[in-house]
């Protein structure tokens, strides 16, 4: 049996390396994020993008805040399956790109970027537009950390949409167990980042039949030209690594899935704010995955004491595939819905 195995992936491999050799010539060249854009704000590694919307394009500007861990651009992957193409048809929209940070910014806590450079981006927009609020959408570790900003400054947040955001990591699956037995301490006294490829081979080992999954899949539907051209662009951004700067993710290991002090309103900043949820107002959209593995549906509800307005829609789809997938354009709409409303 085992050999019978080895044999069929081999073949699956032969396969998929000959297709890509064929493509990659038309493909290589596919962008990093399909809608125009233009760079309206920069510190350091970060920088305000703005997407470009048809003339005349009104309403409360939309902020979106994509995770930490990975590239931006997998919400605007490709034409076909771009959020932020939709969003920014029917209002002015912007996104902060966290870039690639590297050993320089391994002292920043985590609270820079979730109140810090949140709160720049918005005053950015706020001058740019004249308007005294924002809605605002975070993806995965994004989403929390667009929660912890709603908590914060709570006046400056209109609409708020969490899209696949861990708040409660009491119950985190896996990743809570990986938390517990990760040598937190160690990485902090001898690293100044968790190197992007790391953190990619970590969740090779939470899905360990992921690469056969995906090869069988390749094989199954290589011959369809849009299936080739969303494989490709999302193994450019699979390829594409982050590294997370080393405070941070020390205080994202510790306070958040050991500790679990955002859920318990225990959280501060490190300036001694707390980030409290019974402070926020923004009406809320909590957008699950119903076969999320790195943010079970558990993990994305909101603290018990978090009093705002909430609607929760639950799609079933994973944790990726919520953006690129099949129910991707329905999570698209209902986000779009929330907003309009």
Known sequence: MIGNMDTLVQH???ITENIMRKTAGALDTYPRGVTPREVVYNAGNISLLRFESP?????TPLLIIPS??????????????????EFA???????????????????????????????RAVRQICRQTGVSQVDMMGY??????????????????????LLTAPLDFSEAGVFAKYADSFPIEEFSASMNKMPGWLLALSFQFVQPMGPYQKT???????????????????????SDPVSFPGKAYYELIT??????????????TADGLPVNPAARR???????????????????????????PVSEITIPSGHIGITTGKNGKTACKNTIDFLMN
């Open 55 to 59: 003339e005349g394009t009104e309403g």
């Open 216 to 238: 069988k899949m390749f094989h199954d539907k290589f011959e369809s030209e849009s299936f080739m051209k969303l494989y490709n662009a999302m193994e450019r951004w699979i």
């Open 68 to 85: 930490l861990i990975n590239r931006w651009y997998i919400m605007d992957i490709t034409e076909e399956t771009s959020y932020i193409k």
């Open 89 to 119: 048809q029917k209002r002015p929209t912007y996104l902060i790109d966290w870039g690639y940070p590297d050993e320089e910014v391994g002292h920043l806590p985590l609270s820079h970027y979730y109140h810090r450079s949140i709160k």
């Open 282 to 308: 923004a009406k809320t959209l909590v957008l699950n995955a119903g076969k999320d593995y790195i943010a079970p549906v558990i993990t994305t509800l909101l603290p018990a004491a978090d009093q705002a």
């Open 255 to 268: 306070d958040l899935y050991q500790k679990n002090l955002l859920a318990q309103g225990q959280l501060t």
């Open 140 to 161: 995965c570790i994004g989403g929390t950390m667009a929660y912890a900003f709603s908590c914060l400054e709570p006046e400056l947040i209109d609409h708020l949409i």
């Open 12 to 14: 699956l491999d032969a």
